[in-house]
């Protein structure tokens, strides 16, 4: 799931005009930025509470590996046509 919302977010970075490199840098920014909430995880008031940080990090983890490695593929790719 988080793979395909850094994917989609970007995507729509792209639709307005900003470049695909840079929506990828910026919504891995973004989801970086989510990251140091997982410490928090285990001082979690409630097991909702909790849940729901479990949650955002790792769906943010995971955009920021797909968006990491798909440009870095994306770029072997382009470079191996040339």
């Given at each position: 799931?988080?793979?395909?919302?850094?994917?989609?977010?970007?995507?729509?970075?792209?639709?307005?005009?900003?470049?695909?490199?840079?929506?990828?840098?910026?919504?891995?920014?973004?989801?970086?930025?989510?990251?140091?909430?997982?410490?928090?995880?285990?001082?979690a008031a409630g097991l909702?509470?909790?849940?729901?940080?479990?949650?955002?990090?790792?769906?943010?983890?995971?955009?920021?590996?797909?968006?990491?490695?798909?440009?870095?593929?994306?770029?072997?790719?382009?470079?191996?046509?040339?």
């Open positions: 799931m988080g793979s395909l919302l850094g994917g989609w977010l970007s995507g729509q970075f792209v639709k307005r005009g900003v470049a695909p490199a840079s929506s990828r840098l910026w919504v891995m920014l973004g989801c970086a930025c989510i990251m140091p909430l997982s410490p928090f995880i285990a001082q909702n509470v909790a849940l729901a940080l479990t949650v955002c990090t790792v769906l943010a983890s995971l955009a920021w590996l797909l968006l990491k490695f798909g440009g870095v593929h994306r770029l072997n790719q382009a470079a191996s046509t040339l």
